[in-house]
């Protein structure tokens, strides 16, 4: 019973993990109604980013790190102006093919810069594991869920009780009617991609800590893809129930049924979920239903 609770809790704060990253699908998706296919790769390219400053320029932790924040933020903003601000107003089909391609350009650029060696990653969080009793926590994985828990709450406050985050989401709906508005969709945009590539590093700084740092990394926005799907990609708090959800159920299946039929089970439940919710509730568990008048 007592590994059967740690499992649990190790699922849940795996979940709380890839919740963080899907945030970065969300807070992009609010903002413009594209869902960003590179996300992974932002996740790699911040990772990098905290290397560098902090393995290569040797600066300390309490300097590396907001400056990798900041660093991110202005490669979230010129991934913006660069391919996308001159497709506002263009189809959803275009700007999401723009991501796509993007993925395979950041991607590109990463191993033709970096190159595809493993390289050691700075260890931003306590290694010694949190003992309660007979169970094992990892710290980086509890700190992180407790980072998760608190950029849900800011995020979804930003979105629903401030001016900017109430007229970025006014240009989800419509660029053009919310330009008619006098709202800078531009600005918009871009304030979704930086707030996106600053979650996007946060979640490679839990996820990394102390391991290894390699381009492959990028898989977990895959790996987080059931879950913004999952909870609704307008839907910031649900991230949080369904990265747990998809989290515990990832971990109970790659530790007691994977040993059992002797496959990779594991790594295709949360993908089940998802396509279990949306055949259900196609816009997701907390998803906005669209009201179209015929």
């Given at each position: 019973m007592v590994y059967f609770i740690n499992d649990i809790i190790t699922g849940a704060l795996i979940g709380l993990l890839y919740s963080l990253v899907a945030m970065g699908f969300v807070v992009i998706y609010r903002a413009s109604k594209v869902f960003n296919f590179a996300q992974g790769e932002l996740v790699i390219i911040g990772g990098?980013?905290?290397?560098?400053?902090?393995?290569?320029?040797?600066?300390?932790?309490?300097?590396?790190?907001?400056?990798?924040?900041?660093?991110a933020g202005l490669v979230g903003y010129a991934?913006?102006?660069?391919?996308?601000?001159?497709?506002?107003?263009e189809s959803v089909f275009s700007m999401v093919m723009v991501t796509v391609g993007l993925l395979i350009l950041l991607r590109g650029l990463v191993l033709l810069v970096f190159g595809p060696a493993v390289r050691p990653f700075p260890i931003i969080f306590p290694l010694k594991p949190l003992f309660l009793g007979d169970m094992l926590i990892p710290m980086n994985l509890l700190i992180g869920g407790i980072i998760t828990i608190v950029a849900a709450v800011g995020l979804s406050w930003f979105f629903n009780r401030t001016r900017s985050g109430l007229r970025m989401t006014a240009v989800a709906e419509d660029h053009v009617v919310a330009s008619s508005m006098g709202i800078s969709v531009k600005g918009s945009i871009a304030v979704a991609w930086v707030l996106g590539a600053i979650l996007s590093t946060v979640g490679a700084m839990i996820?990394?800590?102390?391991?290894?740092?390699?381009?492959?990394?990028?898989?977990?926005?895959?790996?987080?893809?059931?879950?913004?799907?999952?909870?609704?990609?307008?839907?910031?708090?649900?991230?949080?129930?369904?990265?747990?959800?998809?989290?515990?159920?990832?971990?109970?299946?790659?530790?007691?049924?994977d040993p059992l039929i002797g496959g990779s089970l594991g790594s295709?439940?949360?993908?089940?979920?998802?396509l279990a919710i949306l055949l259900i509730r196609p816009t997701g568990l907390f998803g906005w239903r669209t009201i179209e008048r015929v």
């Open positions: 990098f980013i905290v290397w560098f400053t902090t393995m290569q320029a040797g600066l300390s932790l309490w300097l590396s790190i907001p400056l990798s924040l900041v660093l991934i913006e102006r660069i391919f996308l601000t001159k497709l506002i107003g996820f990394l800590s102390g391991k290894s740092l390699t381009f492959l990394a990028s898989d977990i926005g895959f790996a987080a893809l059931p879950v913004a799907l999952f909870a609704g990609l307008e839907s910031i708090g649900g991230l949080i129930l369904a990265g747990i959800i998809i989290g515990i159920a990832q971990s109970l299946t790659t530790n007691y049924l295709v439940v949360p993908y089940i979920i998802m």
